[in-house]
């Protein structure tokens, strides 16, 4: 009895345990290199139908295009920043080719024209006149018609003459051509004595990433959509099969209730309650229908397609869920998350901002050499 109680004010301690040497890394930072797309963790559920139409949304969803666009503008920002702390060599070319064209022969002045024609026409006149006065004497007369033929004869000769000398083409042509050409050649080089350069290199730098983070958290945001959607319709087809099915079994119960009334075995009372019954699992369809068309319509959406598309969806069941991912420390899941990586880059985006807007006034140092040459 004595050893019992001695037993029993014994204090109680508990084993002592040997420390564990866990390793710390020195330094911890969410923002470390550029990580890839993170991991397809959709997959996990081991459907085809499932991976298939998260590819479709990453692919078609107008969502990620816009994010894709801006992203592909974050770069070219980023990558017009760092060649400006280059060298730039800007090089032109022109040439240009002058013709000019010259008659060496001229056609006679229009008034020169007008002044033949005339001394013509007197010359007509003038070998008329003599006939006309010798009216009376037939030998006079033959005379004077002979002379006004001669003459009109010689003025059809001269003014053909004139027809051909106007219309004959100019003697010759004459044809300068000039060319000329000139290259050009600048180089120049910007000094960053300020860091105004580097800073908004910097700063691009941090858009970009920014950017790209936000691209992959569209992605994983549209993928958990596509996913949830998923499930959910699969969870409507299977409520609304089995809401079918206590319908058909329903409407058999109430034909067999039916039968037992008609032969004696059954009260007006079962027949009531079972018709009840058929009535409430089929007014509880069409809810289900319209749940169900309202989840495809949504799917169909997510995938960038119209909302009453055809997607083809088989009625499979439900998958069953792979293992949970290890979580880690709370750091890393912090780390993985590319919101957070976003929202993180996006403050040390605008620190370097508003450092870049403040060398902004700084004046800029460097050389220009120019060198054009002329043909």
């Known amino acids: 009895m004595t050893s019992f109680l001695l037993a029993s004010c014994a204090t109680f301690a508990p084993p002592e345990r040997g420390t564990q040497d866990l390793p710390l890394p020195e330094s911890f930072t969410l923002y470390g290199p550029a990580v890839s797309f993170p991991e397809r963790w959709w997959e996990g559920f081991g459907s085809e139908e499932l991976c298939g139409l998260v590819q ?41 080719v002058t013709r000019t064209h010259r008659d060496a022969g001229e056609s006679p002045p229009l008034m020169d024209t007008a002044a033949q024609k005339l001394n013509a026409l007197n010359t007509l006149l003038g070998g008329a006149g003599p006939g006309a006065n010798a009216g009376g004497n037939a030998a006079a007369s033959t005379s004077a018609l002979g002379a006004a033929a001669s003459a009109v004869q010689s003025v059809q000769t001269r003014v053909q003459g004139l027809d051909a000398l106007l219309s004959a083409p100019p003697a010759s042509e004459t044809t300068f051509t000039a060319e000329s050409y000139l290259l ?3 180089t120049s080089y910007e000094l960053d004595l300020w860091g105004r350069l580097s800073a908004a290199h910097r700063s691009a730098r941090l858009d970009l990433e920014a950017t790209r983070e936000d691209l992959y958290t569209a992605m ?3 993928a958990g959509q596509v996913v949830l959607t998923w499930l959910d319709t699969l969870v409507e087809k299977q409520g609304l ?40 699992a089929a007014a509880a369809i069409p809810p289900l229908e319209a749940r169900l068309e309202t989840l495809t319509h949504e799917l169909a959406v997510l995938l960038g397609k119209p909302p009453r598309a055809d997607l083809g969806l088989a009625d499979g069941a439900f998958p069953e869920a792979g293992p949970l991912p ?30 870049t807007t403040e060398l902004i006034g700084d004046p800029p140092s460097g050389w220009r050499l120019v060198n054009q040459g002329k043909d």
């Open 241 to 280: 099969g089995v809401v079918r099915d206590q319908l058909a079994t329903n409407k058999t119960n109430l034909e067999l209730i039916e039968l037992r009334y008609r032969k004696g075995m059954a009260t007006a009372l079962d027949v009531f309650q079972q018709r009840q019954a058929v009535a409430q």
């Open 184 to 186: 050009g050649l600048t």
């Open 326 to 355: 290890a979580q880690g420390i709370p750091a890393d899941l912090l780390a993985r998350r590319p919101d957070v990586r976003a929202a993180g880059l996006d403050q040390y985006f605008k620190r370097e901002q508003d450092g």
């Open 56 to 96: 479709q949304a990453l692919d078609g969803n107008f969502t990620l295009q816009q994010a894709v666009a801006r992203l592909r503008q974050a770069a070219a920002v980023a990558k017009r920043a760092g060649a400006v702390r280059r060298p730039e060599l800007d090089f032109n070319a022109e040439a240009s």
């Open 220 to 222: 994983q945001t549209i």
